[in-house]
């Protein structure tokens, strides 16, 4: 039977970083029913591409993956995600801006109602359970606090977006932490990537 792509719960996740993806899989993507793209972790829609010095502004290579997508009727999830060094991050994406949370919100404020109507979909980081370092990744509240400044801040841009969080990639010490923590208050859908081994369910499901 069709399946609408919209009620699917399958996803793909294509890790390809060296060229400027959309240049040549949107097309492919499109062709096989893929309506939905999830962008690679350290690119287009990464705070330290968007802002690499404080006040300069670049979202050229957003604006052209958007154009790309659009011509294929795509839609753009973005990952909120990998402060610029002058932020904290020390030039690694790993890194929360525990102390940058006021610049923090500022940027997705501007991100948000800059594409207000393009893109609605906002996720808050990528796997906070394993990327954090031990200091931040294993205290809940750290991750609660930057999805809470994170929600007020979209939803103050665009009242119609929709906040994803968690973003949870199997550590249950964690995933305690954090809802106890309150983080179901400052999100609209909880991601969860759930990888099975080989032969449990016989294929990994990145959800």
Same mark, same amino acid.
């Given at each position: 039977?069709?399946?609408?792509?919209?009620?699917?719960?399958?996803?793909?996740?294509?890790?390809?970083?060296?060229?400027?993806?959309?240049?040549?899989?949107?097309?492919?993507?499109?062709?096989?029913?893929?309506?939905?793209?999830?962008?690679?972790?350290?690119?287009?829609?990464?705070?330290?591409?968007?802002?690499?010095?404080?006040?300069?502004?670049?979202?050229?290579?957003?604006?052209?993956?958007?154009?790309? /997508?659009?011509?294929? #009727?795509? @839609?753009? &999830?973005?990952?909120?995600?990998?402060?610029?060094?002058? +932020?904290?991050? !020390?030039?690694?994406?790993?890194?929360?801006?525990?102390?940058?949370?006021?610049?923090?919100?500022?940027?997705?404020?501007?991100?948000?109602?800059?594409?207000?109507?393009?893109?609605?979909?906002?996720?808050?980081?990528?796997?906070?359970?394993? /990327?954090?370092?031990? #200091?931040? @990744?294993? &205290?809940?509240?750290?991750?609660?606090?930057?999805?809470? +400044?994170?929600? !007020?801040?979209?939803?103050?841009?665009?009242?119609?977006?929709?906040?994803?969080?968690?973003?949870?990639?199997?550590?249950?010490?964690?995933?305690?932490?954090?809802?106890?923590?309150?983080?179901?208050?400052?999100?609209?859908?909880?991601?969860?990537?759930?990888?099975?081994?080989?032969?449990?369910?016989?294929?990994?499901?990145?959800?």
């Amino acid at each position: 039977a069709e399946v609408d792509p919209d009620e699917s719960c399958i996803g793909i996740n294509l890790f390809q970083q060296q060229i400027w993806w959309y240049a040549h899989q949107v097309p492919l993507m499109a062709r096989a029913g893929v309506h939905w793209i999830r962008p690679w972790l350290a690119w287009e829609n990464t705070w330290a591409v968007q802002e690499p010095e404080p006040g300069k502004w670049d979202t050229r290579a957003l604006d052209a993956a958007l154009r790309r /997508m659009e011509r294929y #009727d795509q @839609r753009y &999830q973005i990952i909120l995600f990998a402060p610029p060094a002058w +932020a904290g991050g !020390a030039g690694s994406w790993h890194v929360p801006p525990s102390d940058q949370m006021s610049s923090w919100s500022a940027y997705v404020e501007r991100l948000v109602s800059q594409y207000r109507g393009r893109i609605r979909h906002y996720e808050v980081w990528n796997e906070p359970d394993l /990327m954090w370092p031990d #200091d931040t @990744r294993l &205290q809940g509240d750290h991750y609660v606090a930057m999805l809470k +400044a994170s929600y !007020a801040a979209a939803k103050g841009a665009d009242p119609e977006c929709v906040v994803l969080g968690l973003s949870h990639a199997g550590v249950e010490e964690w995933l305690a932490r954090v809802g106890a923590a309150g983080a179901g208050r400052y999100m609209d859908i909880a991601t969860v990537h759930s990888y099975a081994q080989p032969g449990a369910l016989g294929v990994g499901v990145h959800g």
